[in-house]
């Protein structure tokens, strides 16, 4: 008898969901930096993507602070990961034979791995929210398809072992 399939229900989350907490590669020393939200009183979604950041790199001291009002958010799958406030690659990249895998931070990295190596996917339905395109909904066929699991979740892992490493 078979195992039971892994199931993963998409939690509607948006790229958006991942901004307030991003790993980046510093700009003075290379290794791995945070740029963290600084909480304000305002409440919502746009007051919280546009809030102030803070740039904290603990292996050479550097910190910035960002306070901008525009934002950019990085292009497809086969261009350097960029966190969209200060520009900097993000730590958590790496080179597939199909295109670039990458994520802001680890709790998206396991959303990923969970979705990539679930048999079972349930999308979320667009008539509950009028959310149609969630995280998972956006992502490359590439990495939805299933006869790139092993090499997908591989890529998760090394991924993963970079923070371990850096840490």
Known sequence: MSPAPTRFRDPRSTKYDFTDSVLVRCPRCTRIAHVEVQRTAEQGPSARLFAPRRLVCRACGLSRTWQG???????????????????????????????????????????????????????????????????????????????????????????????????
């Open 69 to 167: 009002r525009s934002i950019e958010f990085s292009g497809g799958s086969h261009m350097q990961a960029r966190d969209p406030y200060f520009r900097l690659p993000l730590w958590l990249q790496v080179e597939t034979r199909h295109g670039g895998l990458w994520a802001y931070s680890l709790e998206q990295l396991e959303l990923l791995r969970q979705f990539v190596g679930a048999s079972l996917r349930e999308r979320a339905p667009w008539y509950d929210t009028g959310q149609k395109m969630t995280y998972v909904a956006r992502l490359p066929a590439w990495v939805k398809s299933a006869k790139n699991r092993d090499e997908v979740l591989s890529a998760i892992e090394r991924l993963r072992a970079l923070v371990v490493t850096a840490g």
